[in-house]
C-alpha cells in the first residue's frame, strides 16, 4: 500500500515492476533521484504548478498529480512561474479548450527565462486528436500530453519526460483499468471527492464526454469503502461521490449493487458526517435513491439534477431519455419526500433546432421547479459529437438574447429561494478563512449553501451553527450560535 511504500528503497537498478501500482510507486523513486540531482546542481528543489480546469473529476485527479510531485520531492509553487507545470485540461465546451490556448502563451514566455522548465498537459482536451495535433505544431515547447485514461501512469510518464529533451505524448483510446491505491494531496482536510465510476455511456448529443472519458466504469464497493474509511481515519469529515452519472452506478460489476445500497454503505462509515454526491441523470433516479436520501442523516440536502432543457422536443434530440413531464414529477416528487432539499440543475440554451417556444418550455421548468441555483451554458458546438452536424444552429446573437433572459430568471428565483432560509439557524461546515475578510469563515449549509460568519481559523474543518442573518444572492452571512 501507498501509505507503507519506502521510495527510498526501491531499487531503480533494477527492471520496473510490471505489476501496477507497484509500477508507479518504482517510477516514483526514479523521479525522486532525479530531483535531488536538480538539487544538487541548482542549489535549490524545484517547484510545480498544477491548474485544474473543468469538473470535479479533474479537481480529484489533480490532486492526485500534486501528490505524486510532492511524493517526487518538487514543491508547491504559488505561480505557474514553476520548473514543472502542468494543466489538467477540460473540453465539455469550446472556451475551456480557449483557455488553455490562451495560457500557453504565457506558459512559452515563462519557459524562454527558465530553461528547467517542463510543460506538461493531460486531462479531458487532450483525448481529442484536433486538440493534440494542434499543440504539436504551435505550441511544440510542451513538453509532456497524457489523456484521461493513462492518468495512473503520471509518475512513469514524469520519470520519461524528465529525463528526455522531446515532446512525450501518451494517448489511450480507451481503457478498462481502474488503478487503485495511488496517493492524493488533498485541498482540503476534511472533505474529499471519491470517484465511484468512471466515464459514461449515455451519448448525449450536444456531450463531448463519453468520447474523451470512455465507457462507464464503477469502482468496486469494497475499494470505495476502503478509500472512504481511510478518508474517514486522516480526518475526512465529508465525502463526494463522483461520477458522470452515478444513479447508474454498479450496474456493470460482477456482483451488481445500486447507487442507493452504496450510499447505504457509506452512510456507516464512523467519522464521516456529511455525503454528497454528483452528477444525477434524471431518467436514473430511483424511487429507493429518493428513500435512503430522506432517511439518512449523513446524506446531504442538495440534489443536482441536470435539466438540459424543459422542451420535450429538443430534450429527444438531446438523447436525454425524459421528457418535461418525467423532470417536473420527478422534481415534486423528490421535493415532497425531503422537504428542505435544494435542487440544481444545468441548462444548456441554444441547442440545434431550439425555437422560443422550446425555450418558453425551459423557462416554464425553471418557474416551476424553482431551483435553488442553475449553471446555465451557451451551447458549445463539440466537433464529434451528433448535435455538431445537426441542422438549425442557433445564431449567437439569439442565443445570447435567451441566455440572458433565462439567467435573470434563475438569479431571481435563486434570491427568492435563498430567502426562506434568512432567520433559520443550521449547521455549517467551516471551510475557510474568508478570502476578502480574513475575521469571516466561509463555510457551506448541508443545502451546499455558501455561509459567511465571524469565526476562529480553529473551526476550519467542524460544523458549526450558525444564524442566518442575510440572504445576499449567492451566500448568507451569518453569525455563530
Ligand atoms: N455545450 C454547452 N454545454 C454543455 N454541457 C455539456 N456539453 C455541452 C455543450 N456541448 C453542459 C451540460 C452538462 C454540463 C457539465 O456541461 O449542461 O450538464
Ligand atoms: Fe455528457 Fe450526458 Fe454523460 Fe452527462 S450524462 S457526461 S451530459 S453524455
Known sequence: MYNETDFDNIDIAAEPPTEEPDRQFYFMAKCRVWVREFEKKNSRRPCFFTQTFGCQMNARDSEKLTAILEQAGFLQAKTEEADFVIYNTCTVRENANNKVYGHLGLLNAYKKKNPHMKIALCGCMMQEPTAVSKIKQRYSFV?????????????????????????????????????????????????????????????????????????????????????????????????????????????????????????????????????????????????DLIAVMRRSKKICNHLHLPLQSGSSRILSMMNRRYDKEHYLNLAEKVKKAIPDLAITTDIIVGFPGETEEDFLETMDVVKKVRFDSAFTFLYSKRTGTPAASMDGQIPEQIAKERFDRLLKEVQAIAAEQADLLVGKTLPVLAEEINRQDDSLLTGRLSNNSVVHFAGTKEMIGTIQNVYLKEAKGFYYIGSLQ
Not at 465510476?197 to 463519453?210: K, L
Not at 468520447?211 to 468496486?220: L, N
Open 143 to 287: 513538453d509532456l500530453i497524457f489523456g484521461t485514461h493513462n492518468i495512473y501512469k503520471f509518475a512513469e510518464l514524469l520519470a520519461v519526460s524528465l529525463n528526455s529533451d522531446t515532446m512525450v505524448v501518451d494517448i489511450w483510446e480507451d481503457t478498462d483499468r481502474i488503478v487503485e491505491e495511488l496517493p492524493a494531496k488533498r485541498k482540503y482536510r476534511f472533505k474529499s471527492g471519491v470517484n465511484i465510476m468512471f466515464g459514461c455511456n449515455n451519448f448525449c448529443s450536444y456531450c463531448i464526454v463519453p468520447y474523451v472519458r470512455g465507457r462507464e466504469r464503477s469502482r468496486k464497493p469494497e475499494d470505495i469503502i476502503k478509500e472512504i474509511r481511510f478518508l474517514a481515519s486522516d480526518g475526512v469529515k465529508e465525502v463526494m461521490l463522483l461520477g458522470q452519472n452515478v444513479n447508474s452506478y454498479g450496474k456493470n460489476l460482477t456482483d451488481p449493487l445500486t447507487f442507493a445500497e452504496l450510499l447505504e454503505k457509506v452512510e456507516q462509515i464512523d467519522g464521516i458526517e456529511r455525503i454528497r454526491f454528483m452528477t444525477s441523470h434524471p431518467k436514473d433516479l430511483s424511487d
